[in-house]
């Protein structure tokens, strides 16, 4: 059952072939079973996903008319509010804190039927691109357990990767869904941003933070993209137009006919700094695309190669001045608060205490970002190559259809050999971060193996065409089919 996709779940719970206690216990023992060793799960909560499981069986026995996803378990990012559910971010100044509310997303999972098996791990606040800036401890790739599963959302992934779960919830603010979708061999969707929620969404990076979708299978993918997308009133950003059909697209994807699609190679994406074997698995899934009748055409992104820069000015600015909400009053952690200090002291000890290395780091480079006079030289000139990279989108978007490029320049790599120096990790997001500048969506699907580990395909779209990714992208799964990892 474990091994099932949430489409094949989902008709199953419906027909009454199984329940959805099933459904759910089985994922339950699956977790008991490996996730001492993988380490996707912060949280899980055995006794309110029966509950719910046991909720949806109980209305389809009615003759209840449910969705397509009813009864199907999901794991969900530990950065989401889940109302009474831990939710900590992956950071110890939020250890212990229960939201009082969910998220829209998480509101938009329940009304739909999904269960919530518990919170993955995930890089503290959403930074980094391995999960080992976790406060919990990293999480390990299921394909190879000395390896990371990508970050930050890397117990997403790695839940789906070991059959823990068929369906998660990640983040994106730079590449962190699309990532650990990358190297664990898993499909992972970056929305157009405003295209999903951001109310009940710790905020990182709130111009850049998008909710998405992750699953083995683009149309897993896409039927859970449908179920969280939409205009919410409670999120200024979000977009109030009709989610594209990304079901539908993936299913006429899934024919595996390209004809008449325009695909976009970026030219400054000339593979320096990435991993022969990924860039050689690369250029077979591209042939791949011709091979159904897509045209490829040679497109010039000039900025591109500028955004790695651009995002590390704005998304620590911006995160600077998010994380000043959490100073020992508001939320979780408080040290020091015995009468022997200051109000502000309090907050300065609290937050020593409370936050990782990685976010400090961030902090304090978004407030010298930030401060009055240094903003023009690095907030303000990364604003405006923000505004460059999108005018790239746009004059490529007037030529293809999609632009596609590695997801990331290497596969997994060992645990422990790029946290000693944070550029080294910065560079994993060298393909992923320009689309998050411009706001459009991208997918990564899997596209084969490298070193036996792997490779990821990103598939980049104009903002709310994100129904061309799932097109594309499920053509791509006809032809390279799913990765199924080592037994754990
Ligand atoms: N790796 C990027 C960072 O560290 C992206 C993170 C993300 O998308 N949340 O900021």
Redesign the pocket.
Known sequence: MIKETAAALGAKIAAGEITSVQATQAHLDRISEVDGRVHAFLHVDPEGALRAAAAIDARIANGEQLGPLAGVPIAVKDVIATKGMPTTAGSKILEGWRPPYDATLTTRLREAGLVILGKTNM?EF????STEYSAYGPTYNPWDLTRIPG??GGGSAAALAAYEAPLSIG??????IR?PGAVTGTVGAKPTYGGTSRYGLIA?SSSLDTPGPCARTVEDTALLHSVIAGHDPMDSTSIPQPVPDVVGAARRGAAGDLSGVRIGLVREFTGEGAEPGVMSVFRDAVESLTKLGAEIVEISCPHFLYALPAYYLI?PSECSSNLARFDGVRFGLRVGDDGSRSLEEVMSVTREAGFGPEVKRRIIVGTYALSSGYYDAYYGQAQKVRTLITRDFTAAFEQVDVIVSPTTPFVAFPLGSRTSDPYQM?L??LYTIPTNLYGGPAISVPCGLSEGLPVGLQIMAPTMADDRMYRVGAAVESVVGTLTPPAL
């Not at 959403?126 to 691109?129: E, K, P, V």
């Not at 983040?171 to 962190?176: A, V």
């Open positions: 890089d959403a930074m980094g691109s970050g930050s983040t994106d603010t730079g590449g962190s990532q990182f998304a910065y994993a997001d």
